[in-house]
């Protein structure tokens, strides 16, 4: 199972919690209504598995091409805006959560069975994952924590993963992910180049929005350079119309008609600028 993929479940999951009696209006929006109507016939009394049955059946209609995008324009085209507006805050604050779940997926291994007791994860749950992918430790933690998902619903968090972590003493792990955690949120923090969410929870900014901030910036830092080499430029002149002198007694007027390309520079106690050409 993909990220992607592990991440859309986890958000039909959580959508599957507050679609309710909307579902026939959501399948409507996702021209799946024919769908709905077939489980009504199967399900009449057990709405919960209807959902269930209409999300997995949608998923494998759309054979690859499902996406949290579709669900969210969906929601939208269904004018379901209470639920559209959970599911975006699901995604604030849930994705979050599944983005550590990735990264700790990968640093996890052999140490699962620890983690899984320190969740409270029963035995015969977790041999059950151990016997449908014995050679496959990746699926096997991939399955651990969708389980875990949909066990803690809206209460899953990265702040109990961590206290699961440390119950368990794996220090080592604990180590890697909080510095998953600084550099995340040292990435939140940037000034010029803000994080902006694309497909596949990656990060960029665009070439024309960077040049837009850092332009002003420029322009700026230009008019500061020529504004100083003006004021500059004057009190050299000022000072040479006064025939002030070098530290030798030479007038700094007469050398420079005597050498007009020298390096001429102002070495008087009442000077404060630096003069050199």
Same mark, same amino acid.
Request: with cysteine.
């Given at each position: 199972?993909?990220?992607?993929?592990?991440?859309l479940h986890g958000f039909v999951r959580q959508l599957s919690r507050h679609i309710g009696c909307d579902i026939k209006r959501l399948a409507r929006a996702l021209n799946a209504e024919s769908?709905?109507?077939?489980?009504?016939?199967?399900?009449?009394?057990?709405?919960?598995? +209807? !959902?269930?049955?209409?999300?997995?059946?949608?998923? *494998?209609?759309?054979?690859?091409?499902?996406?949290?995008?579709?669900?969210?324009?969906?929601?939208?085209?269904?004018? &379901?805006?209470?639920?559209?507006?959970?599911?975006?805050?699901?995604?604030?604050?849930?994705?979050?959560?599944?983005?550590?779940?990735?990264?700790?997926?990968?640093?996890?291994?052999?140490d699962l069975k620890m983690l899984a007791r320190a969740l409270d994860i029963d035995k015969t749950e977790f041999d059950a994952i151990e016997y449908r992918d014995p050679r496959d430790l990746k699926?096997?933690?991939?399955?651990?924590?969708?389980?875990?998902?949909? %066990?803690?619903?809206?209460?899953?968090?990265?702040?109990? +993963?961590?206290?699961?972590?440390?119950?368990?003493?794996?220090?080592?792990?604990? #180590?890697?992910?909080? !510095?998953?955690? *600084?550099?995340?949120?040292?990435?939140?923090?940037?000034?010029?180049?803000? %994080?902006?969410?694309?497909?596949?929870?990656?990060?960029?900014?665009?070439?024309?929005?960077?040049?837009?901030?850092?332009?002003?910036?420029?322009?700026?830092?230009?008019?500061?350079?020529?504004?100083?080499?003006?004021? %500059?430029? #004057?009190?050299?002149?000022?000072?040479?119309? %006064?025939?002030?002198?070098?530290?030798?007694?030479?007038? &700094?007027?007469?050398?420079?008609?005597?050498?007009?390309?020298?390096?001429?520079?102002?070495?008087?106690?009442?000077?404060?600028?630096?003069?050199?050409?």
């Amino acid at each position: 199972m993909t990220t992607a993929c592990h991440e859309l479940h986890g958000f039909v999951r959580q959508l599957s919690r507050h679609i309710g009696c909307d579902i026939k209006r959501l399948a409507r929006a996702l021209n799946a209504e024919s769908t709905v109507v077939e489980l009504e016939r199967q399900y009449p009394r057990d709405l919960k598995e +209807l !959902i269930r049955q209409f999300f997995e059946k949608w998923l *494998k209609m759309e054979e690859g091409h499902a996406s949290i995008d579709q669900l969210m324009h969906g929601l939208k085209a269904a004018e &379901l805006f209470e639920t559209f507006t959970k599911m975006e805050a699901f995604m604030q604050e849930g994705i979050s959560c599944s983005v550590f779940i990735r990264e700790l997926s990968r640093h996890i291994g052999s140490d699962l069975k620890m983690l899984a007791r320190a969740l409270d994860i029963d035995k015969t749950e977790f041999d059950a994952i151990e016997y449908r992918d014995p050679r496959d430790l990746k699926e096997q933690i991939v399955q651990f924590f969708r389980i875990w998902e949909e %066990r803690e619903g809206s209460k899953a968090s990265i702040e109990t +993963l961590m206290a699961a972590l440390k119950k368990a003493e794996l220090s080592e792990v604990v #180590d890697k992910m909080e !510095i998953f955690l *600084k550099q995340e949120k040292a990435k939140e923090k940037a000034v010029l180049c803000p %994080r902006v969410f694309v497909e596949g929870d990656a990060t960029e900014m665009k070439s024309a929005e960077l040049t837009h901030t850092l332009q002003p910036l420029h322009k700026s830092s230009v008019l500061k350079t020529e504004s100083f080499r003006m004021i %500059r430029d #004057d009190h050299e002149s000022r000072y040479l119309q %006064r025939g002030r002198c070098n530290s030798d007694g030479t007038n &700094l007027r007469n050398a420079r008609t005597r050498n007009p390309q020298s390096n001429v520079r102002c070495n008087s106690s009442s000077c404060k600028f630096n003069l050199d050409a």
